[in-house]
């Protein structure tokens, strides 16, 4: 079973947050990472959301967030792999 998640945790305006999933249920995702204090955004609809506190996931599974920008970040990514459940990986513009 294939699952798409979306993150919902990026933008700083709570609104752009709430609209960012609403567009995520249109399309069909029912998956969330979203910030702590955004759980009342399950109200939207039949949502699961994982809460990102500070890299580390919570909800129906556990994992982390890493960002990669450098070489030495992509080498400490690389070593969670096995390591994690779940892993999540943000590489901007790199």
Not at 1 to 29: C, Q, Y
């Amino acid at each position: 079973m294939k699952e798409i998640w979306m993150r919902a945790d990026v933008p700083d305006d709570a609104g752009s947050r709430k609209k960012l999933m609403i567009s995520g249920l249109e399309a069909g995702v029912d998956t969330f990472i979203v910030r702590p204090g955004d759980e009342k955004l399950s109200s939207l609809g039949k949502v699961n959301l994982i809460i990102n506190r500070d890299g580390v996931l919570e909800g129906h599974v556990s994992g982390k967030v890493v960002k990669i920008t450098t070489p030495k970040e992509q080498t400490a990514a690389l070593d969670l792999c096995g390591k994690e459940k779940v892993l999540v990986v943000s590489t901007g513009d790199w």
